[in-house]
């Protein structure tokens, strides 16, 4: 059975730090890319980054670029998302995912998602 599981939201003020965490278990994970997405209120789920299986290469929507840092380590089974200088916009619920490939900031055929963990960033 496939978990994939988040942790590392909360509340923080607006342009402070705050690092996510995916774990997965039940699956190959070195076979996936990965892929972190989030949504707020009333929008659409939208691709934040996406990294490769072996993490060379890592991708980010342009509000998001440059502050933001996806990573993962494979032997640990865990993908990561640093977020510095946060902004308000930020606050959302941020999902992790397994899938078959990056197109950009989007991870493409996710196969496996993670309830979500809610990042607030208060002004």
């Known amino acids: 059975q496939v978990q994939v599981v988040e942790s590392g939201g909360g509340l923080v003020q607006a342009g402070g730090s705050l690092r996510l965490s995916c774990t997965a278990s039940?699956?190959?994970?070195?076979?996936?890319?990965m892929g972190w997405f989030r949504q707020s209120t009333g929008k659409e789920r939208e691709g934040v980054s996406c990294?490769?299986?072996?993490?060379?290469?890592?991708y980010y929507t342009e509000p998001v670029r440059g502050r933001f840092t996806i990573s993962r380590d494979n032997a640990k089974n865990t993908l990561y998302l640093q977020m510095n200088s946060l902004k308000p916009e930020d606050t959302a619920m941020y999902y992790c995912?397994?899938?078959?490939?990056?197109?950009?900031?989007?991870?493409?055929?996710?196969?496996?998602w993670g309830p979500g963990t809610q990042v607030t960033v208060s002004s």
């Open positions: 990294i490769s299986r072996t993490g060379v290469g890592s």
């Open positions: 039940g699956l190959t994970f070195d076979d996936y890319s």
């Open positions: 995912a397994a899938g078959r490939g990056c197109s950009g900031s989007r991870l493409i055929g996710a196969a496996y």
